[in-house]
Structures are given as C-alpha cells and as structure tokens.
C-alpha cells in the first residue's frame, strides 16, 4: 500500500530538549511539506523540498530543521530555540510542487 | 496581506444539502483546493478549482468564481460521517498554499 507514514502518533518531551519526528513516503512524490497545526487556525507551513538534497524555509521555519538526503524520507528536528513547539505536526507529499497533497497521519508533539 | 475566509462552525442534518462558502483575498490565484478533516486525523483531498464553475464529485461539489474571490463546497445527502473539519486553501502567484482555517461540520440526526 502507497502512503505516508508518520512516527510516533503521539510525543513527549521535556522543555530545552530536542525531538526528531520522522516522516516516510513509499509514493514515488518528489515534493514533501511540514506543516503545524494549532486549534482555530490553518495549516501553517514549515518547510517543503522540491528535491532531493534540497529544501525552502516556509512562513514559520524558525526553531525547526529538515534534511532530505532520500526521497522518500524527510524528517523534521523541533529545536529547543522552537518557543512554542507543542503543537500537531503533518507531513505531506505531492507529485508536483503544490499540487494535491497526501498526509501523514500526523504527530501530536507536546512538550512540558 | 493574504486572506482565507470561511465560517468558524456549521450545523446541518442528516439527509440535508450544506454549502461552505470560502472567500480569499491572494496575491494572484492558481488553484483553489478543498481538503476534509475528520477529528485527530490528517487532511484528505477533496477537489482541486482552477477555472471558474462546478465540479461535481459524487455528493460533493465546489464551485470557484474567480472574479469575486469565492469557492462554495457542496455537501448532498449529508451522512453522519460527513461530520468532519472543510479546509480552503489558495495557491497564490508564488505558489505558495494559503490556508485557511477550516469549517467545523456538526450532522445532526
């Protein structure tokens, strides 16, 4: 089955901590997205890759990495400089840049 | 700066038609999509707008009018499982995803 896999489902981590969420692709996309996910607003995006090697800072980039050193792979590292990281996390990919997305199930980040 | 309007919460009943408007205001447009989110769970692709008019998909529909910055989702012969958040979003001239901050759907009985 093609999809988008997210682990864990649910996180926590104790403040000044970094945590990784990893995010996997099995669909031949070449476009993957970060977004977050706070209740009463929209998806905001953190990072996107075209490609391979490469990757954009979105609107709310800061306190967050990415690498993309696979295609199907592209996880994302929630820093301690990150001021408000409790949050849900989705992973999306697409065929082309943009266009429709698949999502993960998402990672529900809380942080204490 | 960018916009994507849609109402906060709707109620409807089983059985019954809905309609969620969505109103944006972009930096030029390239594409209207319409995802649907049931609680806890991640975002599903529902229909993509580019040109102005109605798709129709099964019981769903959307409609784009470019001109007046508007897209309606349309839900027929609502089903319990209809119950779930609409999330508008706009690709803008840079194609950058606009997001808007989704309809709550509550389907009664």
């Known amino acids: 089955d093609g999809g988008i896999t997210q682990s864990p489902k649910y996180l926590f981590r104790k403040e000044g901590q970094n945590v990784t969420l990893s995010c996997e692709q099995n669909?031949?996309?070449?476009?993957m997205y970060w977004y977050r996910q706070d209740p009463g607003q929209g998806l905001r995006l953190i990072y996107y890759?075209?490609?391979?090697?490469?990757?954009q800072k979105g609107d709310i980039a800061e306190g967050y990495s990415v690498s993309r050193e696979k295609k199907e792979s592209f996880p994302l590292t929630v820093t301690s400089a990150q001021k408000n990281p409790t949050a849900f996390y989705l992973c999306?990919?697409?065929?082309?840049?943009?266009?429709?997305?698949?999502f993960g199930p998402g990672t529900r980040l809380t942080v204490t | 700066g960018q916009n994507i309007d849609q109402p906060t919460e709707m109620t409807a009943t089983e059985g019954a038609i809905v309609q969620i408007n969505c109103t944006y205001q972009t930096s030029g447009f390239n594409g209207l999509f319409w995802y649907q989110q049931h609680a806890g769970e991640a975002p599903t692709f529902l229909s993509y707008n580019v040109l102005d008019g109605l798709e129709e998909k099964g019981r769903f529909s959307s409609f784009l009018s470019r001109s007046k910055g508007y897209s309606y989702l349309l839900l027929k012969e609502l089903q319990m499982k209809d119950s779930a958040s609409y999330l508008c979003?706009?690709?803008?001239?840079?194609?950058?995803?606009?997001w808007g901050a989704g309809t709550k759907l509550i389907i009664k009985p």
């Open positions: 979003a706009v690709l803008d001239s840079n194609y950058q995803l606009i």
């Open positions: 999306a990919s697409s065929m082309f840049e943009f266009r429709e997305q698949y």
């Open positions: 890759s075209q490609i391979v090697n490469d990757f």
């Open positions: 669909l031949n996309h070449d476009a």
